[in-house]
């Protein structure tokens, strides 16, 4: 009995450690690349696709999933959110803590309504982002995130080179973890567990 | 059973993906499908070929009424950037064979004639450098369909 009292206050202390580490960003288990500490917090002026112009601070207390693509490719961005979308099915009722935020780097064809129809294909927790072309531009080169745009077609049309990452922040606005392409769709889900479960106490 | 039932019993199993070939009679064409976007965003558009003859049969693109323009393209992923380039042709190798399969080669589906719906079925005519021709329906798939089959 004397020897359990005398390690309470360590324990206690402990856990009181453990605790102050959690809320100041002690490295998670995360599979994905941790950028913990190596990337700047969440921030933009766009607009979304109701035509509300947003910040990043407007989506505070929510894990966000941050990506770069534009309506006009038919390939690998749908792919991308197709999957997403089953990422947040697994999440559960989780994935109410989570955004998806489609950031187009398309600015001139992907008005918000275009931009609307579109997420909501995929997602009822995916929002499209658009605005001006350097708003864009200057989110991108916040996350060393890049995108060109390819020579137009004889008939106008063109295509758009993009970043394929996929960057996690947590409720706090905090970059976390980045997913590449060759990252599995088990250590993103794992990671949002995590950082669902920690990361989004006010 | 005689082989003509046979040959229509096959074609029952292949209804999912119903293929009637014209010319093209040593290429098979399974687990063809589109995804369907919103609006009159263009569409990707995947098949498997197979080639069961003994030389390499070359895809060169696509046609259909149903859309102004279709385009073979390619899609890749270097130093972490995505990128999607036309290109001319997709060898079918001698008794093997070439997938278009998202994130890969695709079909690119431009300006729908008539909106597409989820369900719906389009016929694409697969077109080859030797000439021939492939009618082959294409399942219509919702936006956020994942690519199971051919993985």
């Known amino acids: 009995m004397k020897l359990r009292r005398a390690w309470l206050p360590a ?8 605790l102050a580490g959690c809320q100041r960003g002690e490295p998670l288990p995360l599979r994905l690349t941790d950028v913990s500490g190596h990337m700047p917090d969440l921030d933009f002026k766009l607009t979304d ?17 941050l990506y770069f693509g534009y309506t006009h490719c038919p390939d690998v961005c749908p ?73 137009a077609a004889s008939d106008g049309n063109y295509e758009v080179s993009h970043s394929s990452a996929i960057y996690l922040f947590d409720g706090e606005g905090h970059a976390r973890a980045l ?10 889900v794992h990671d949002l567990h995590l950082l669902l479960d920690t990361g989004t106490k006010p | 059973m005689n082989s003509r039932h046979f040959g229509f019993l096959l074609t029952g199993l292949l209804a999912a993906t119903a293929v009637h070939a014209t010319d093209a009679q040593h290429i098979r064409a399974s687990h063809a499908w589109l995804r369907v ?6 569409a ?34 270097e130093g972490g950037m995505s990128r ?11 008794h093997g ?12 589906l431009m300006k729908a004639a008539n909106p597409v719906k989820p369900g719906d079925t389009v016929e694409l005519t697969l077109e080859f450098s030797d000439g021939s021709t492939l009618a082959t329906d294409f399942v219509a798939r919702p936006a956020n369909a994942v690519d199971d089959d051919t993985h």
């Open chain 1, 11 to 18: 324990l206690l202390l402990i856990a009181g450690l453990l």
């Open chain 1, 49 to 65: 696709d109701r035509g509300k112009p947003v910040t990043g601070a407007d989506y505070r207390g929510k894990m966000v999933l």
């Open chain 1, 79 to 151: 792919l991308t959110l197709a999957h997403l979308h089953v990422v947040m099915q697994r999440l559960g009722p989780l994935a109410d803590g989570a955004r998806i935020l489609f950031v187009s780097v398309d600015p001139a064809r992907d008005t918000p309504a275009v931009m609307h129809a579109y997420v909501n294909a995929f997602d009822p927790h995916a929002i499209g982002l658009t605005g001006d072309a350097r708003a864009i531009e200057a989110l991108s080169k916040r996350y060393r995130s890049a995108f060109t745009r390819e020579p």
């Open chain 1, 179 to 188: 997913m590449t392409p060759s990252a599995s769709q088990d250590d993103l």
């Open chain 2, 37 to 42: 976007l919103p609006g009159d965003l263009p």
């Open chain 2, 44 to 77: 990707g558009a995947y098949v498997t070929l197979q080639n069961n003859s003994d030389h390499p049969i070359v895809l060169r693109g696509a046609s259909s009424p149903a859309y102004t323009d279709v385009m073979l393209h390619q899609s890749s992923s």
């Open chain 2, 84 to 94: 999607m380039a036309m290109v001319d042709e997709l060898p079918v190798p001698a």
């Open chain 2, 97 to 108: 064979k070439a997938v278009l399969a998202p994130a890969g080669y695709h079909l690119m």
